[in-house]
């Protein structure tokens, strides 16, 4: 079967074009890896000024989060190839993954806080 | 009769007609099972931000923990080999995505390259992730455990750098040895005895006025709180174990619950990995052996690809949320 469809050459939303499929992942390599130094550089130095509380987590772990979350949608779209699928197998698959993980991580991370607030004030002290 | 259904009429290769979707029933399987997987990947990781929002004052901080790299032994290197793991994964993948468009334009010594390469890259994750263990395992600076459970680390009064307790445990001549078959009851057994025992370390930590107690809370600022000289007193007179290393009842970084996670996630997460590389190599030899030439189109190498991105998006996430947050 030949491969019918074209590779898509843009990222960024078309403010940088490659001239073949083949730099693209080479550009989206040195992208993401860009990506995870950064990361890696913040959480050796930790500066202090992104220890500030923003919807009760601290700047750095927001920025961590975020960044995890744009080298995923560049895994999935581009190694993957999602990027030149059908609409309808893009959206079944991501959005099935994104209602159900954010519904589950909020659900679990709101039972955690709950737990340790009933541990702080309450009566019970080291529950091992 | 147009009731009848003969076998001229059932539709073969499943695998070259485009389906809804416009994909191949084998690749859509493959995305199905992601989808599921990546679930399951989600259970953990979110068991796991519970166990550390109820405990989030005490955790162990990974900084602190993960702080070895392969040849240079007594060097503090936070997360530098975890980082380059994450390196040699994401280029494992950009090899992998390289021999699919290899298979797209049907340059089948290309695919043999790339897919070589990735293999080696799988291969050097998993001995990685299997070091990382032995180390985690192995323990650096020991630890006492008190009768409540609380973990206990000790530290330098004037540096507030750690000590280990190899460095001021005293040595006591000791009647207790191992029980083995062979030395007394034949039915039973127990496991080696601890390197140091309770009463050495603490003698130790006594007869030295500069050692100070770490113990598991942290303060404000995010650093765990060290104790003055007698509230560590205090704090050692309580101990019942010494703690070296890690297993999966209690380990020396903190929270029994820690070393538990880190093994069940990184462990499921490395048997990903270990299963994606045999997969590669069964597909590799196939490239090999031309049956994807034979066949005319090189979607098992994409398929498999599929399943290798989905092992590196499962760790940039566990990275994410085991080693920086």
Redesign the interface.
């Known amino acids: ?5 074209e590779h898509k050459l843009e990222i960024f939303r078309g403010i940088v074009k490659f001239k073949s ?2 730099q693209k ?2 550009g ?2 040195i992208f ?2 860009i990506v ?2 950064i ?2 550089a913040l ?2 130095v930790k500066p202090e000024i992104l ?1 500030n509380y923003f919807l009760s987590m601290k700047l750095i ?1 927001w920025i ?2 975020i960044l ?1 979350l744009v ?2 949608y560049y ?2 779209w ?4 999602m990027r030149d ?2 609409f ?2 893009q959206v ?2 991501v959005i ?2 994104i209602f ?2 954010a519904y ?2 909020f659900i ?2 709101v ?3 709950y ?2 607030d009933i ?2 004030e309450g009566f019970v ?2 529950n ?1 | 009769m147009s009731s009848t259904v003969s076998s001229a009429d059932i539709q073969p290769e499943l695998t070259t007609e485009p389906r809804p979707l416009n994909a191949s029933y084998g690749k859509l399987m493959m995305w199905f099972f992601i989808v599921s997987d990546a679930l399951t990947f989600t259970g953990f990781l979110i068991s796991y931000g519970f166990a550390r929002f109820k405990h989030i004052d005490s955790w162990p901080i990974a900084d602190e923990v993960f702080t070895h790299f392969p040849g240079l032994h007594g060097v503090d290197a936070p997360m530098y080999y975890v980082a380059l793991m994450t390196f040699i994964l994401i280029f494992s993948s950009v090899t992998m995505v390289l021999a699919v468009d290899a298979g797209h334009n049907n340059q089948k010594d290309r695919v043999v390259f790339y897919m070589f390469l990735t293999i080696i890259g799988g291969a050097v994750f998993v001995g990685s992730q299997a070091w990382e263990w032995k180390n985690f395992i192995k323990g650096e600076y020991g630890a006492l455990e008190t009768k409540g459970g609380m973990i206990i680390q000790f530290v330098d009064a004037s540096s507030n750098k750690r000590v280990s307790i190899d460095e001021f445990a005293v040595y006591k001549p000791e009647y207790r040895e191992q029980h083995k078959s062979n030395n007394g009851l034949w039915f039973r057994s127990e496991p080696a005895l601890d390197q140091y025992s309770v009463e050495e370390v603490t003698e130790g930590f006594m007869a030295d006025p500069s050692i100070l107690v770490r113990v598991e809370k942290v303060d404000d600022k995010g650093h765990k709180i060290i104790l003055n000289r007698e509230e560590s007193i205090e704090k050692v007179m309580q101990a019942v174990y010494v703690v070296q290393g890690a297993n999966l009842i209690r380990n020396e970084y903190g929270n029994r619950l820690f070393a538990d996670f880190f093994f069940f996630i990184t462990g499921f997460h490395g048997f990903h990995v270990f299963s994606g590389v045999i997969i590669n190599i069964i597909i590799f030899i196939n490239v090999l052996l031309g049956t994807y030439e034979r066949r005319g189109h090189y979607e098992m190498v994409e398929k498999v690809g599929l399943y290798w991105h989905f092992v590196d998006l499962v760790w940039v996430f566990v990275f994410t949320f085991f080693y920086l947050v």
């Open positions: 079967m030949a491969h019918n469809t499929n083949v992942i080479w989206v390599l993401l890896s995870t130094a990361e890696v959480g050796i220890m772990n961590f989060v995890t080298k995923a895994i999935t581009d190694f993957m190839h699928e059908k309808g197998l079944s698959v099935t993954l159900l993980i589950a991580a679990f991370l039972e955690g806080n737990i340790y541990m702080y002290s080291w091992f």
